[in-house]
């Protein structure tokens, strides 16, 4: 069964520092990879979607990497500003049998940027 | 604007009773999900549908049911079978019938029930 590790769990930075946000999964038959960004009491925005084929993405001062083959990727975040305190979760597409897929996610990791 | 909407956005229930909350979409997305996030939990999935009138159980199915009746619409009651339904509930949807198509994600429903 997929399981998604998101490292740290927290994370407090002071404004204008870049920032490295790391997810592992465990079974690299993935088809995709997704950052999302939720603030509190919120729904989840979608940032940033790699492909299995993909290596990265970019959008803005969000830069994410794939490493299927290890099992990891990196949400790097420059420049961070105040607007950018939120929780990122990260989450795989796996398939999941009978034709279905299914999207697993991690914890998420809260991330503080400090004025 | 296309985007999904969920009401009521926070919800009151005394224990024993059903409750249904809402989940509409204007996206003309086949595919539709409801999960389940509590604190210091990931996001789990608890129903979802790639087309109307069929829906799959997702991994935490117990106590709640699904209909989708319309394409538009996917409704999850949660019954007096769920044993801990205090929750955030958050619904989701995605163009294609399986989900390595991206997901959007509606505002979200917090049940609470006493």
């Known amino acids: 069964k997929q399981e998604v590790t998101q490292i740290p769990a927290a994370l407090s930075v002071p404004e204008g520092e870049n920032l490295v946000l790391n997810c592992s999964f465990t079974d690299s038959a993935i088809y995709n990879l997704q950052w999302f960004r939720q603030d509190p009491g919120k729904g989840l925005t979608s940032l940033l979607l790699i492909q299995s084929s993909q290596r990265e993405q970019t959008s803005g001062r969000l830069n994410a990497s794939l490493d299927k083959s290890s099992g990891r990727s990196t949400l790097y975040i420059a420049a961070s500003q105040p607007g950018d305190s939120a929780t990122y979760l990260c989450?795989?597409?796996?398939?999941?049998?009978?034709?279905?897929?299914?999207?697993?996610f991690g914890k998420g990791t809260k991330l503080s940027v400090i004025p | 604007d296309g985007g999904i909407t969920q009401s009521p956005k926070y919800l009151f229930r005394k224990e024993g009773q059903n409750v249904t909350l809402s989940c509409e979409q204007n996206?003309?997305?086949?595919?539709m999900y409801w999960y389940r996030q509590d604190p210091g939990q990931g996001l789990r999935l608890i129903y979802y549908s790639q087309i109307v009138n069929d829906f799959q159980k997702g991994d935490i199915a117990e106590g709640y049911s699904v209909s989708r009746e319309k394409k538009e619409s996917f409704p999850l009651t949660v019954t007096s079978a769920q044993k801990n339904p205090t929750a955030f509930y958050l619904c989701?949807?995605?163009?294609?019938?399986?989900?390595?198509?991206?997901?959007?994600f509606g505002p979200g429903t917090r049940l609470t029930v006493t």
């Open positions: 989450a795989v597409t796996s398939y999941s049998g009978a034709g279905s897929y299914q999207l697993t």
């Open positions: 989701a949807s995605s163009i294609g019938p399986d989900t390595s198509y991206e997901q959007y």
């Open positions: 996206l003309n997305h086949d595919a």
